[in-house]
């Protein structure tokens, strides 16, 4: 599973690097890997539930060929 995600180094974002992109119209794919209760309390619009604890079991709705954003709680 992991051997495909991982053809780039992770690396950190700034949310006002990924709030500019947005604003600028970009379509960014934004896996929020937090828990469904936290995700339905406050989320991004165009981000889409993936809970850390199903990650493996879901990575197939993951587009590899483009850049993958993970929003979780800390960072």
């Known amino acids: 599973f992991w051997g495909w995600m991982m ?28 828990e469904s209760d936290e995700f339905n309390r406050l989320r991004l619009s165009s981000s889409q539930s993936m809970p850390l604890s199903l990650l493996t079991h879901n990575h197939r709705f993951i587009q590899p060929e483009k850049d993958v954003y993970l929003l979780c709680r800390s960072g």
């Open 7 to 34: 053809t780039t180094r992770a690396q950190e974002v700034k949310p006002l690097d990924v709030f500019n992109k947005i604003s600028s119209g970009e379509i960014l794919q934004i896996i929020d890997v937090r």
